[in-house]
């Protein structure tokens, strides 16, 4: 959440000549329903199968996805990912994700429902301390606290 990686597709497709692909986009597409609806109406589990099932079409492609950040914690995804391309972690600093989100009006974010302004700060560290562990078996480990960390980060691929 609040990563950066929906723009960074789009700097890396732009760059590298390719597609890029939101695997979020891909699942509303599919089952005709945005992903807060589909939370909602089917549940999380439903909607990491599907996940899971969209993320597997990509693979022998050279494309670029963007995943949403819980994307890599469920059915080996992150294992999957690693074996079928280049993985790459944003990181970024608690403070500077809540800002993010914030930014963004927490729109689209279905985990975020019932959660508060006041509470984001903890609600984004839990998360990001239950997820880490997978996302620190990315390939690239990339810090975009940094001004220009886009352009160091094509520089590495």
Known sequence: MGSGKTRLAKVLGKHLKCDYFDLDDCISSLLEKNINEIFESDGELVFRKVEKEQLRLFEG????ISVGGGT???YEN???MNLNGTTVYLRAKIPTLVTRIL???????PLLNGVNEASLPEFVAKH????RAFY???DIICDTEKPGWEKELIKSL
């Open 128 to 131: 990001l301390f239950e997820r």
């Open 136 to 138: 620190e078996q990315c």
């Open 103 to 109: 930014r963004d009006k927490m729109n689209h974010r």
């Open 72 to 74: 890599p914690c469920y």
């Open 78 to 80: 992150m294992k999957w």
């Open 61 to 64: 492609k050279s494309e670029i």
